[in-house]
């Protein structure tokens, strides 16, 4: 059962690294598989995302500044405010339900992935409501507060909230995509700590090497493909992804 359980976690790793590093969305899927198709225990499938999540972050981030798909400013001050925003989700979850903290999840995801549709074109005119908030330090270490205290709270990828909105707000959607990855490198690391503490599994480390394997080879082989996709087609093909997921998840949620 054991080697049964290593490939299952590499190849899942594998293909959802490459996803990661095109779009920066789909981390969400690993404890989806960990829990629902392997039956492993919560902490512990949270656990190996979070590390996956962490180091599919700075590999592929260190991917797009290489290739000038980066914005330092940007990432820099998102981050400063989900450093506290990682710590206060985990906080937050203590004091609301489950369901309450998915519910307001999966609708801020499915707003953002339709405000891509808005203006799906190689260049995005940037209105003049979206300037101030892209120019206001604040403003953006508020957005890496809320995103990250959600992302924390729910167990979400941070990937999966930033790409869309940034997008949204006329961020070049390969740059949306490297600052998201980095960034979600700082909601992960509280994650890390705190859900390995409560680790069950007697063959964690070996879980945890074959994770790591398959991730870094997806991440590497999908940020290499990442600039060779059109603009549009990769805003579009974020666009969908992020509502099916986000309507698949509302459905489940109300049915089960």
């Not at 989806?32 to 225990?41: H, R, S």
Request: glycine fraction near 8%; aromatic fraction near 10%; avoid cysteine.
């Amino acid at each position: 059962m054991i080697p049964y359980l290593l490939l299952i976690v590499f190849f899942s790793n594998l293909i959802i690294g490459i996803f990661l590093g095109i779009s920066g969305i789909s981390g969400f899927l690993l404890p989806m598989i960990y829990v629902g198709f392997l039956d492993m225990p919560v902490k512990d499938s949270l656990a190996l995302s979070f590390l996956a999540f962490a180091v599919s972050g700075v590999i592929a981030a260190l991917s797009y500044l290489k290739s000038k798909n980066m914005d330092l400013r940007l990432a820099l001050y998102l981050s400063i405010g989900s450093i506290p925003g990682a710590f206060l989700g985990v906080q937050i979850n203590v004091l609301i339900s489950d369901t309450l903290a998915k519910l307001f999840l999966y609708l801020f995801v499915l707003v953002a992935g339709l405000s891509l549709f808005k203006q799906n074109k190689e260049r995005i005119d940037i209105d003049s409501r979206s300037m101030k908030i892209l120019n206001s330090n604040a403003v953006l270490m508020i957005i890496g507060l809320l995103t990250a205290s959600i992302s924390s709270l729910t167990g979400a990828g941070g990937p999966i909230l930033l790409v869309p909105l940034l997008a949204s707000l006329g961020i070049n959607i390969r740059i949306a995509v490297g600052v998201s990855l980095l960034n979600s490198v700082i909601i992960a690391i509280p994650a890390i700590f705190g859900y390995f503490a409560y680790a069950t599994m007697d063959n964690i480390w070996t879980l945890i090497a074959s994770s790591l394997i398959g991730i870094t080879a997806g991440i590497l082989t999908g940020a290499y493909y990442a600039t060779k996709v059109p603009t549009q087609y990769l805003r579009l093909f974020i666009g969908i992804i992020t509502i099916i997921t986000a309507v698949y998840m509302l459905i489940s949620l109300f049915i089960t």
